[in-house]
């Protein structure tokens, strides 16, 4: 084990991020590049590599945290970054992205700052990338068998990868031009440079799996003549439908939603254009939901040289500790400053959007909100707590509601929907379609990006199964797990 | 915390077969040894090759090879298959048999190829070969390696069989052993040294990584691992009380766990089997799907996974489910301090319901009562149910005084039970009715068993064995010694304590019927409990306790205990409760033994429904420690032995203790919710009260439908067997034991003190002077009276003398246990062993009968375990002592001229005075005090003390010279007499012996007190030496 009285002798220290000033004028990660390497051993000592590691169960894949850990302490980067493949196919994603169940479950965190799991993960891989330990796993021996997989989001990429090493022949379908799905368009510069994903596709075309971009199943192929073609098919085809706001002026130009404009803006980093379509620069902007992507909005207008960036949510806003509702080890609701916060912008809370206003050429200019309070449990308006805010760019990052039914994916295999609209499946991730199976937001509603490569990962074994017979691969988690909750 | 993970016959993943077996331990009937300070009686020697006949002995019997440890190298292994290579060995041919079979053939090609395997060994026999090498290297993709054991043990078998065990030695040469456990077994089993080839590689892979092991060569790891296994079967070996690998071998001291009983009848023939189980089929999927593993069928090896996810020590989700697990942790935590019942009842719903994941013989118990339910308002109250409960003997230096006490204020609000644990009780505690533990436990190391303690108790308990290491002893670090423990447990800050695997006082079942008499002496008013832990055999020993008088016998399941203990033990020794406590209800009510005696079970206790099938099996009352511990914010860490626990609870580090977050009503919501749980089941059986469930064990069945590969073959019918009973039998505890003491020499001293008993104040009690007659059948002699002078002036008892009696004739065992402060006892004639045993301050004066003729310098004048965990007064004894004197002695002087094997073992305190000979081993595991010993023999003085040997100073000088002049007085000695005659040249023939640590701790507070810092600070020194030296 690592250190067993390193909690008692260090402090939590996290990654050092680059002045505001400095970091809002390019679009690179947020940090100091190389200043996690010299505390990062002193920080995995702080592990306490416990009986019942909470941390490991806080993950939905499982990671084997406590292990890793321990090697990190020891500078074993190499045995590091192998315990940490048995797990997570994608580290250097995860370790950027994911916001860190685990560390809301860290045992340390019961009364102390919990132990920088993330951070330790990060540079783990990093490492391990840097020091070329991350080498192609091609199978020894093919099956002969072949699987089609729609997405290539981190569900889509689990599962390929996964069936890639297991012998298969795999190929990923996707509708855009490039790889990666949310990773590749959702998830701004910023928070992860995109070399990151071109370097793991590299390995997993090395491995064998093969992509077809700007493909889209249901259109450009039909669902029956995909199925005809590979022995079984994996939709990992994301939950892309954004929620609305179906409030007027919504037709008004200008209100996009962030999943309109994220991609345009990393459209930039990708080459594709020198300005963006869509752009903040000179606007007031306005971002409706106070999640991720919210937040992702908000660093983005910043560095698009937004003249002010203002974010609203509905509910209250969090506190700065655990609610009783959410005691320690769940995954609590907490007031969060993100590095696009730090970043700049106001955060206004417990508010709703009545309407929008534009001027003569139907671009919007001003946003009509009114407070909300909760009343019998449900929220409500308060009168006389109306007011306008500037508003030239508005993103709504509210959510998504389920997958895309426009293409004709769903209706041409005759998958059957569950009562929220994801797509069913039963414990091995199969739909009601033999030969067909779901994987990550699909078929569980959007989560996050660790549920996302479980998914993968679990629902590979499935297919797996369904080809051979048996099945040597790990699924972390059942389609029915949920985080624990009180 | 011990176990909470599935026993092999009910994982659902592939065991070993080790796994199945459970190692025995000596727990009453014969004492456990302690192999590392009594080394001198063990001997890991073995003789390999034929043996000839013992009737007629011949040169050739002597033919054999001695291996010096059973556990050998490849070189070793080498020499021994060549060993007559160079012909100088006539007639020591050896042979290799191959422990392969096809592993597609499932169970049948596995059974036949042993069989074939048993026919080759014939044939070498047959061909001249002495040694055969039973070996399982060379497995491939076709062919998976037999299990060692089951090889070992059906060749083994075999060959007694057929008669020819005697002329062969067995080798083993096996992958599939690496720890303690398994080399033991393979000895139990007929290996005379076993190779543990790929253990030994593995070692070296992880010396090559560095990551682990730096800066070590690979050959002394493995010289470090393989005297590791040696030494820990030497430990097994122990537990059981058997002292050398000659007669450990094929001992067979196991018992099988969920093993078929034809099976076991084949290849371990003579194991104790109680509920059958798997057999070869099960054995053979079990080999094939580990086989499978480094075969996989796909032919492509999963990436990045070379090795498993264990879990078995540690959660881990994709490895061997536990009990307690993130989810049970979160919800049991989060239901009793919110008092959430609805929680509570979520939590005991994943504990309990195991068709999909199989834990415990619990777990595939239903109720099959067929009686009618009853309303749950005709149940007894919860209030009720819960003075039946109480909590684990964890002692306070093992957990944290707030989490000490946290239990014992839920337990008392209750009017359940907590306990103290090993090592005394704080007297600020004692006598405060809230925080007070009111079950006091009395362990091997008698840790602050004073009179005071005993007398302050409601129940006492003997702790034969611990559950989670039957047949161990213990040991407190000096660093965990801080000021706190040491004064409860009447020991010096910084010295580390340990705690004997046997209690010297206990060698059989009629020694432990003498310390049970000694305790109820020493509280009339209290119930005794003897506490044991499941394995085959213990109805019997049950049994054995009820008829010594105990009132209360604690069935503990292996499972229970201490996140601090070997792991060894932790997983390999003692049974479930299950079948230890429906073993224990049947022997007792076979034998009319059960009304008279309480039973209690422990182990794992988790829900009401655990609470009401150990009813059911005739338990009637609980005991839960894993759980109020969770409760109080236990995590399962599984570092007590580390002192960092994070939440406070094992630890003494008053930084961690502050993070301790449990409250004494969340244990309070705990139990109630569990006794809840409880009546609901009750109703739904028809039971008014537990009492009335007691025993009912004929409702219980294994209708809970098992679909399980392994557990379809267990049969747990024997455990729900009730036998036929008379009409109107109980099932429960009725009546009282009697435990004789209206009989006791006691009670005529009681009235001869009464003067001084009568006093108001310690100062006003009348001196008495009495003199009276004593016999060999007069037991516990003082001790009574000892208990009414605690009782009357506390623990300070009566100014010295107050009650001074003499005493002529032979006394009967345990002369002046437990006596306190102003009892002075005065024996003239002689005395049998554990004179002065728990001495509480009081004084103890034995001497020959005055008309006796004999030179009482060379006759013994009392026996063995003379002073045995005394805390306190003083002993004179004119005569040869047995051995053990002063025996984990913390604080009397005690004078012997002459004492046997093992003196002063294990002692924390005081002052040991010889004036005679000095047996062996003298010494050994002795932490503190000072012996001051004549003629000293330094090859008497066990190893671990060699150095503490040194002359007297001055100090010493004097104060040995007053404590031998008043030897002279008190007894007349005419060997104290010479030696004052001349004693500046008697002087100089006497030795010190004092432990370096005590002596630099005793230095330091010295030192601390003359430069006159206050008393923290004296207590901080002494720590800080403690831990420098």
């Known amino acids: 084990m690592a250190d067993p009285k390193g909690f008692l002798n260090h402090g939590r220290e996290v990654a050092t991020s680059r002045p505001v000033g400095e970091r809002v004028r390019d679009w690179n990660e947020v940090y100091v590049p190389g200043s996690l390497l010299p505390i990062i051993s002193k920080q995995a000592s702080r592990c306490m590599d416990c009986g019942i590691p909470f941390c490991h169960n806080g993950c939905p894949l499982g990671n084997l945290i406590p292990e890793w850990n321990d090697y990190a302490y020891r500078e074993d980067w190499e045995a590091a970054s192998e315990r940490l493949h048995a797990t997570n196919n994608f580290p250097e994603f995860t370790g950027r992205l994911c916001p860190a169940p685990c560390e809301s479950a860290c045992v340390l965190g019961i009364n102390q700052p919990a132990v920088t799991i993330k951070n330790v993960e990060v540079s783990i891989i990093d490492k391990a990338w840097d020091n070329g330990d991350v080498a192609p796993q091609a199978p020894e021996r093919l099956s002969g068998k072949t699987v089609a997989v729609i997405g290539s989001g981190p569900a889509g990429l689990a599962a390929a990868q996964q069936l890639t090493r297991a012998g298969h022949t795999v190929a990923v379908y996707e509708r855009a031009d490039r790889i990666g799905g949310l990773l590749r368009y959702g998830i701004p510069e910023f928070k992860m440079e995109k070399r990151h994903i071109n370097r793991r596709i590299e390995q997993m075309r090395a491995e064998g799996t093969k992509f077809r971009t700007e493909v889209e199943i249901g259109r450009d192929i039909t669902a029956r003549d995909l199925r005809k073609r590979y022995d079984a098919v994996v939709v990992a085809a994301g939950a892309t439908v954004s929620r609305d706001l179906p409030v007027p002026g919504r037709e008004l130009n200008g209100i996009h ?67 009783p509702g959410q005691p320690w080890p769940t995954f609590p609701m907490l007031y969060k400053v993100t590095s696009a916060h730090e970043e700049g912008g106001e955060r206004i809370y417990s508010v709703s959007t009545t309407h929008f206003e534009g001027d003569e050429d139907g671009n919007v200019q001003s946003l009509h909100l009114i407070e909300v309070e909760f009343v019998d449990g449900k929220l409500t308006q308060k009168p006389g707590t109306e007011r306008v805010i500037p508003a030239q760019l508005v993103t709504l990052a509210m959510g998504f509601t389920g997958t895309d039914q426009e293409n004709g994916l769903v209706a041409q295999f005759g998958l059957d929907l569950d009562e929220r609209g994801n797509i069913a499946r039963d414990a091995d991730y199969r739909t009601n379609v033999p030969g067909v199976y779901v994987a990550g937001d699909a078929g569980r509603g959007q989560s996050l990006i660790v549920w996302a490569i479980a998914e993968g990962r679990s629902a590979a074994r499935g ?24 | 915390m011990g176990t909470d993970s599935p026993i092999a016959a009910l994982s659902a993943r592939p065991r070993l077969i080790f796994d199945y077996f459970t190692q025995l331990f000596a727990q009453v009937t014969n004492p456990p040894l302690d192999a590392i300070r009594e ?23 002597c033919r054999s090879v001695t291996l010096p440890f059973p556990v050998i190298d490849n070189d070793e292994l080498a020499k021994l298959i060549h060993i007559n290579a160079d012909g100088d060995m006539p007639g020591m041919t050896s042979v290799t048999l191959s422990g392969l079979y096809r592993v597609s053939g499932g169970g049948d090609a596995l059974g036949a190829r042993i069989e074939e395997i048993c026919a080759e060994a014939d044939a070498a026999i047959e061909a001249g070969a002495r040694l055969i090498v039973l ?54 089993y007929g290996a005379a040294a076993v190779n543990p080839y790929l253990a030994m590689e593995s070692v070296e892979d992880l010396v090559r990584a560095g990551t682990f092991l730096p800066g070590i060569e690979a050959e002394q ?15 097994v070996m122990s537990k059981m009380g058997i002292s050398t690998v000659a007669s450990y071998r094929g001992a067979q001291v196991f018992e099988a766990v969920g093993l078929d009983e034809a099976f076991v009848e084949r290849y371990f023939n003579g194991t104790t089997t109680k509920i059958g189980g798997v057999g070869i089929d099960v054995i053979a999927e079990e080999v094939a799907a580990r086989h499978a593993k480094a075969y996989p069928a796909s032919g492509v090896p999963s990436a990045h996974r070379a090795l498993e996810i264990g879990g078995e020590y540690q959660w881990r989700r994709e490895g061997e489910p536990h009990l307690f697990d993130p989810d049970t942790v979160f919800r049991l935590q989060h239901a009793t301090r919110n008092r959430r019942y609805d929680i ?34 005709e149940v007894e109250p919860a209030s009720e149910i819960v003075k039946r409960f109480s909590t684990g003997a964890m002692s306070y230096g093992s957990i944290s005084r707030e989490a000490h006490e946290t239990l014992a204020i839920a337990m008392n609000q209750l009017g359940g039970k907590s306990n103290t644990g090993e090592g005394g009780e704080d007297p600020e505690r004692l006598y405060d009715p809230a925080r007070r533990s009111s ?20 129940d006492i308990q003997i702790k034969m064995a611990q559950g989670a290491k039957p047949g161990e002893g213990g040991q407190l670090p000096g660093h965990k010694v801080y000021p706190w423990v040491a004064k409860t447990r009447h020991s010096t800050p910084g010295v580390g304590l340990i705690s004997p695997p046997p209690h010297h006082d206990i060698y059989s079942i009629e020694d432990l019927a003498q310390l049970i008499h000694d305790l109820k002496n020493a509280n009339p008013k209290a119930r005794i409990h003897v506490k044991l832990v499941s394995e085959v055999g213990v109805g019997t020993v049950a049994a054995g306790v009820s008829k010594a008088h105990a009132d209360v016998v604690l069935i503990s399941g292996h499972d229970g205990g201490t996140g601090a203990s070997p792991l060894t033990s932790l997983k390999h020794a003692g049974g479930p409760w299950e079948l230890g406590l429906a073993e224990t209800q049947q022997t007792l009510l076979l034998n009319g033994l059960r009304d008279r005696i309480v039973v209690q079970t422990d182990g794992q206790l988790k829900t009401g429904r655990d609470v009401v099938i150990a009813a059911l099996l005739g338990a009637e009352e609980f005991g839960f420690a894993t759980a109020p511990l969770v409760v109080s914010g236990c995590v399962m860490m599984r570092v007590c032995h580390l002192d960092t626990c994070p939440v406070g609870i094992a630890t003494q580090n008053p930084t961690l203790r502050e993070r301790f977050s449990g409250k004494a009503e969340y244990v309070v919501n705990f139990f109630e919710f569990i006794a809840e749980e409880v009546r609901e089941l009750l109703a739904e059986l028809g039971f008014r009260s537990i009492e009335e469930a007691v025993g009912h064990a004929e409702l219980l069945d294994t209708e809970r439908a098992v679909n399980h590969w392994k557990a379809q073959g267990l049969d747990l019918e024997p455990l729900f067997h009730v036998p036929d009973l008379p009409e109107g039998a109980v099932r429960h505890q ?112 034995v001497r020959p009968d005055r008309g006796a003729d004999h030179l009482a310098e060379y006759s013994t004048i009392a026996g063995n375990t003379i002073a045995y965990g005394a805390t306190g007064g003083e002993l004179f004894l004119r005569g040869r002592t047995g051995e053990r004197f002063c025996v984990r002695n913390s604080g009397a002087t005690v004078v012997s001229e002459g004492v046997g094997d093992h003196g002063c073992e294990y002692m924390t305190g005081g002052h040991a005075v010889v004036l005679g000979e000095t047996g062996r081993n003298f010494a050994a595991g002795m932490s503190g005090g000072i012996a001051y010993v004549i003629d000293l023999d330094q090859d008497n003085v066990n190893a671990g003390n060699a150095g503490a040997v040194e002359p007297l100073d001055d100090t010493d000088k004097q104060w040995l010279h007053d404590v031998v002049r008043r030897h002279q007085e008190e007894t007349g000695s005419t060997v104290a007499a010479k030696l004052l005659a001349e004693w500046d040249t008697a002087v100089t023939r006497f030795s010190r012996i004092i432990p370096s640590t005590y002596k630099a701790v005793l230095a330091a507070k010295d030192a601390a007190e003359r430069a006159g810092l206050p008393e923290s600070e004296i207590t901080e020194k002494m720590m800080e030496a403690a831990t420098h030296g």
Do not use: W
């Open chain 2, 39 to 61: 080394e001198l009686v063990t001997s890991l020697h073995s003789s390999l090759g034929p043996q000839g006949n013992l009737l007629e002995p011949t040169a050739a019997s």
């Open chain 1, 257 to 323: 939603f962030a999943m309109e404009y994220l991609p345009l803006a990393n459209k930039v980093q990708e080459g594709d254009y020198v300005q963006p379509p869509i752009t903040a620069e000179g606007k007031h902007v306005v971002v409706i939901g106070g999640g991720d992507t919210g937040a992702d909005c908000v660093g983005t207008a910043h560095r698009q040289g937004a003249a002010s960036v203002t974010q609203l949510e509905i509910m209250p806003k969090p506190g700065d500790e655990r609610s």
């Open chain 2, 221 to 235: 790891a493995i010289r470090n691992l393989i005297y590791a296994l040696g030494k820990g079967v030497l430990k």
């Open chain 2, 439 to 458: 079950i006091k436990q009395v362990a091997s190391g008698r840790f602050g068993v004073t009179s005071e303690y005993l007398v302050n108790s409601d």
């Open chain 2, 344 to 377: 509570f009842k979520k939590y005991t719903d994943r504990v309990n319901e195991q068709s999909e994941r199989l834990m415990t013989l619990r777990g595939l118990f239903g109720f099959n009562s067929g009686r009618e339910p009853i309303s749950i308002d």
């Open chain 2, 734 to 845: 009725l009546v009282e034991q009697d435990h004789g003491l209206a009989k006791a020499l006691d009670n005529e001293l009681i009235k001869l003190a009464s003067d001084a008993l009568a006093a108001d104040t310690a100062e006003d009690a009348r001196p008495v002077r009495a003199q009276i007659a004593i016999r060999n059948i007069n037991r516990t002699v003082g001790t009574m009276l000892g208990h009414e002078v605690t009782r009357k002036f506390g623990g300070a008892g009566l100014p010295d003398d107050t009650v001074d009696i003499t005493f002529t004739g032979s006394a009967g065992q345990s002369f002046g246990a437990f006596v306190p402060r102003g009892v002075t006892l005065r024996l003239e004639g002689d005395a049998n062993d554990y004179v002065g045993k728990g001495l509480s301050g009081g004084r103890v004066i």
């Open chain 1, 463 to 486: 297919v797996d199964r369904f080809l051979t017979g048996a099945s040597e691969l790990p699924a972390p988690i059942r389609p029915t797990d949920r985080a624990l909750t009180v």
């Open chain 2, 135 to 188: 070996s399982d290297r060379h497995s491939d993709a076709e062919h998976a390696p037999i299990p060692s054991l089951l090889l070992t043990a059906a060749v083994h078998h075999h060959l007694i069989r057929t008669k020819q065990r005697t002329q062969v030695g067995l080798l083993v040469e096996a992958g599939d052993v690496r720890e303690v456990h398994h080399v033991a077994l393979l000895i139990g």
